[in-house]
């Protein structure tokens, strides 16, 4: 079952689920890498490594997910089995890595890491999938992905905000450890009630194609797909450029600007700024061609990165605000390169005959997650080659280093997505053409 226009409760109750997903996800990329090696002592290369490893593993799950996910037929549903299933694995992962005891190892890390990002996969691939099948509307899908997008944005502002409360009123969250045991705290009571809500009250689409065609029959007729290819490659480059940089924004302001308790508060300003882009990314989408909207913010957060070379000591709100100018942009992330995902899945329906909505968005996690992978096993060795050390106050050159990684290798794979979205294939109407395709398709099959 799709729907033109989805009634607000039946949306907000699907986007709800986002809001304890983004609860873990921004601490992860931002404040556990700084926890492990500043806090916990150890070193940027085995963290860095240990969180590339983890995530090249996703290599492995994710197709696997998406290609059972297209196949799993239950009395609930094909999706909401596996989300199910995420949950307890979500809840243990964020234990033990969030709230660690004095004592941890390279081989702590590494096996919780390993169980977090495992749920993530259970819980991301159906989720996301069930997302771009709620509707078969070209506008609708961006409405979908942009209330997704705004309730994800708010756990992560209610999860920044918590160490902000923290700070303010106890003297307590500052610092990288404080902050995830608070926001571990918020995500363990959270979580149950944010997933089980959609699983009971949103239903599936009920009339999909299952897929039959093996996976590796099917992946070569995902890579015929044009639109498919050019979506992926902005994908790797925009994704890169947020991989090679949020793992070093603590330690970017602890050590540049010199105050360790202020990263929350920064963060908060830029994803305050996520949420007051997203409207505005939105009617882009409505006024224009989808690609045009990412196209845009792309620019807007490519051209803001170098001026970070310009700060230094002391400079906390200049730092802030221009993260906020990145924030905005920030916010069309997750809204329409989503909803443009779906517009691709509907010509691969076209052309193999199926809905393998799972396989395509394992596809994309799996790009995605590489390109995170190799980030952070970039980033965090690299510094240390240049001899930064978190746990000290480094001297001017291992400062500048940190600053100008920090403030220009972004902005070399922004631009480059932008490039490629200048010549992106499916256009409005382009994508009617391919409705009325399946349309016409579906009416005949349902005559014979």
């Known amino acids: 079952m799709t729907e033109a226009v ?32 500043q806090d916990l002592g150890l070193s940027l290369t085995a963290v860095g490594l240990i969180l590339m490893l983890a995530r090249v593993w996703d290599v492995v799950t994710d197709p696997l997910i998406g290609y059972l996910g297209d196949r799993t037929k239950t009395s609930i549903g094909r999706r909401k089995p596996w989300i199910l299933a995420a949950l307890p694995m979500m809840l243990v992962a964020v234990y033990f890595l969030f709230l660690p005891g004095e004592e941890v190892s390279n081989q702590y890390l590494f096996g919780w ?19 771009a099948e709620l509707s ?8 979908i992905t942009g209330w997704r997008t705004m309730i994800g944005v708010g756990g992560t502002v209610f999860a920044i905000l918590l160490p902000n409360i923290g700070q303010t009123f106890f003297d307590y969250g500052g610092r990288s450890g404080e902050t995830l ?9 959270l979580l149950p009630i944010c997933l089980l809500t959609p699983l009971a009250v949103v239903p599936e689409r009920d009339n999909f194609v299952p897929s039959r065609i093996p996976i590796f029959a099917g992946l070569r007729i995902m890579l015929r797909n044009a639109a498919f290819r050019r979506l992926v490659a902005c994908y790797f480059f925009t994704f890169l450029a947020v991989a090679l940089t949020s793992p070093l924004f603590v330690l970017f302001i ?7 308790t202020a990263a929350p508060r920064v963060v908060l300003g830029y994803y305050v700024a996520n949420m007051l882009g997203i409207p505005l990314w939105m009617w882009l989408a409505r006024k224009s061609d989808k690609h045009y909207s990412w196209l845009t913010s792309l620019l807007v ?21 221009l993260l906020f100018i990145v924030g905005i942009g920030g916010g069309n992330m997750s809204v329409v390169p989503a909803s443009m995902k779906a517009d691709v899945i509907d010509l691969d329906t076209l052309e193999s005959g199926e809905d393998r909505a799972g396989l395509f968005f394992a596809a994309w996690s799996t790009a995605t997650k590489l390109v995170l992978a190799v980030g952070v096993g970039i980033s965090m060795p690299l510094l240390d080659f ?24 972004p902005v070399i794979f922004y631009l480059i997505a932008a490039y490629l979205l200048l010549s992106y294939p499916i256009t409005r109407k382009k994508h009617q053409k391919i409705r009325a395709e399946l349309t016409q398709r579906a009416e005949k099959a349902s005559l014979t």
């Open 301 to 321: 957060m490519g051209l803001t990165f170098p001026c970070f070379i310009f700060l230094g000591e002391g400079d906390l709100l200049l730092a802030a605000g």
């Open 113 to 131: 890491i390993m169980l977090l990002y495992l749920g993530w996969t259970f819980f991301n691939i159906p989720y996301y999938a069930w997302g």
């Open 254 to 260: 602890n050590h540049v600007i010199a105050d360790p």
């Open 386 to 409: 240049f001899g930064f050390d978190p746990s000290i106050k480094n001297p001017p050159d291992q400062l500048f280093a940190l600053q100008a990684y920090f403030s220009f290798v």
């Open 136 to 143: 078969t509307n070209y506008q609708e899908r961006t409405r």
């Open 6 to 37: 989805l009634p607000k409760k039946r949306l907000a109750a699907y986007s709800l689920a986002e809001f304890p997903s983004n609860m873990m996800t921004t601490p992860v990329a931002l404040f556990l890498p700084a926890f492990y090696t």
């Open 181 to 189: 045991y608070l926001i571990g705290i918020g995500i363990l009571v």
